[in-house]
C-alpha cells in the first residue's frame, strides 16, 4: 500500500517566528524522500504536522487526499528524532506495548524484522548499542504495516555499518509494501543512498525539490573567464555565481544550449548543488525559527 503527501502554504508561527512560511511540496507515493536542511531549517515542524502532533497556523497537509488533523492517521508511522524507548524494558516488553495500542500490528512481521537484526526478545533497550537501537525504534514503526512513515533524523548518531542496516530495512520495506518514506537529516550524505528524491528547506520554506537524479542532469556548472560579462546567462537561471581569481564559475538550473567563447559546461553532483542552494538563498527573514 502507498500514500502521497502534499504540503500547501504550510506554515507554523511560534512566538520567536516562523518554523515553516508557505512551504509548498508535493511527494510522490512509494518514493523515499530525503528531507535535507541545516538545523532550524523546520524539518521536525514539517513531519510534526504531517503525522498531526503540530496544528499549523496557515496552510494545510493532505495524506492521500485526506487533511491531516490532530489526530494520528492509522495509515502513518512516525518515528521522533528522540526514538522513544524505555531503557529497563525487555525488547519483547516493547513490542507488547506497541501492539497493544495498535490494532492494525502486525507480530509476524515484527518478529521477522527483529530476526533479520539479530535482535532477542529477552534484550533489555538499555544493553542494545545505539544502532541496535535505532533498528528497535524502526522496528515498531513498520510492525504496523504503515503506509506513509515520517522518520525525523533516523541516522544521527550511527556508525556507518548501522547507518547502512537502517537503510537496507527501509528500501527492503518500500520494494516489498510500496510505501511511502520521508526522513530527515541535516546531513545529506547520511541519507542519499537510501533515498531516490530530495526536498531540502531553507529557514522553512522548500528551497528545492525533486527526483535526485531529475535535479543533478537538471544543474550544471559553466566556468569561464571572470572578465566576461555575464549578460548571455539569464538571472533565473543562476543559482550561484563564484569568481576566483581570473575564472568564473557558475552553477545554473538551465544551461544555454549554446556557450560564448572560452566557456565550459560541466556537471554538478548533488552536494554541490545542496550547498549553493543553500548558500544563495534570498528567502531567509530574521523572524524565522525552526528544527
Not at 243 to 270: F, K, M, R
Given at each position: 500500500m502507498s500514500i502521497s503527501l502534499e504540503a500547501h502554504n504550510a506554515s507554523k508561527r511560534y512566538n520567536r517566528g516562523w518554523a515553516l512560511h508557505?512551504?509548498?511540496?508535493?511527494?510522490?507515493?512509494?518514493?523515499?524522500?530525503?528531507?535535507?536542511?541545516?538545523?532550524?531549517?523546520?524539518?521536525?515542524?514539517?513531519?510534526?504536522?504531517?503525522a498531526g502532533l503540530i496544528s499549523l497556523t496557515?496552510?494545510?497537509?493532505?495524506?492521500?487526499?485526506?487533511?491531516?488533523?490532530?489526530?494520528?492517521?492509522?495509515?502513518?508511522?512516525?518515528?521522533?528524532?528522540?526514538?522513544p524507548l524505555y531503557r529497563r524494558w525487555r525488547v519483547a516488553d516493547m513490542l507488547a506495548q506497541t501492539a497493544d495500542l495498535n490494532t492494525d500490528w502486525d507480530d509476524r512481521h515484527a518478529h521477522r524484522l527483529l530476526d533479520e537484526a539479530s535482535l532477542s526478545l529477552e534484550d533489555r533497550v538499555?544493553?542494545?548499542?545505539?544502532?541496535?537501537?535505532a533498528r528497535l525504534a524502526l522496528i515498531l514503526v513498520l510492525g504496523r504495516r504503515p503506509a506513509l512513515v515520517l522518520l525525523d533524523e533516523p541516522m544521527a548518531d550511527l556508525d556507518p555499518l548501522a547507518r547502512l542496516r537502517v537503510q537496507q530495512t527501509l528500501m527492503a520495506e518500500v520494494a516489498d509494501t510500496g510505501m511511502t518514506v520521508v526522513m530527515s537529516s541535516h546531513i545529506l550524505t547520511e541519507v542519499r543512498d537510501a533515498c531516490d528524491a530530495l526536498l531540502l528547506l531553507q529557514d522553512g520554506r522548500v528551497a528545492l525539490h525533486g527526483p535526485m537524479d531529475d535535479l543533478v542532469l537538471q544543474h550544471r556548472i559553466l566556468t569561464g573567464p571572470s572578465?566576461?560579462?555575464?549578460?548571455?546567462?539569464?538571472?533565473?537561471?543562476?543559482?550561484?555565481?563564484?569568481?576566483?581569481?581570473?575564472?568564473?564559475?557558475?552553477?545554473?538550473?538551465?544551461?544555454?544550449?549554446?556557450?560564448?567563447?572560452?566557456?565550459?559546461?560541466?556537471?554538478?553532483?548533488?552536494?554541490?548543488?545542496?550547498?549553493?542552494?543553500?548558500?544563495?538563498?534570498?528567502i531567509a527573514t530574521p523572524d524565522t525559527v525552526g528544527a
Open positions: 508557505h512551504c509548498d511540496a508535493a511527494i510522490e507515493a512509494s518514493s523515499i524522500t530525503a528531507l535535507v536542511g541545516p538545523n532550524g531549517a523546520g524539518k521536525s515542524t514539517l513531519l510534526g504536522a504531517a496557515e496552510g494545510d497537509i493532505a495524506i492521500g487526499g485526506r487533511l491531516v488533523d490532530r489526530r494520528m492517521d492509522l495509515a502513518v508511522g512516525y518515528l521522533a528524532q528522540e526514538k538499555g544493553t542494545l548499542s545505539g544502532g541496535q537501537r572578465a566576461d560579462s555575464l549578460d548571455w546567462l539569464p538571472p533565473a537561471d543562476r543559482v550561484e555565481v563564484r569568481t576566483t581569481g581570473q575564472q568564473t564559475s557558475v552553477l545554473v538550473s538551465l544551461a544555454p544550449s549554446i556557450l560564448p567563447a572560452h566557456w565550459i559546461n560541466e556537471p554538478a553532483d548533488l552536494d554541490e548543488i545542496v550547498i549553493a542552494r543553500l548558500r544563495s538563498a534570498e
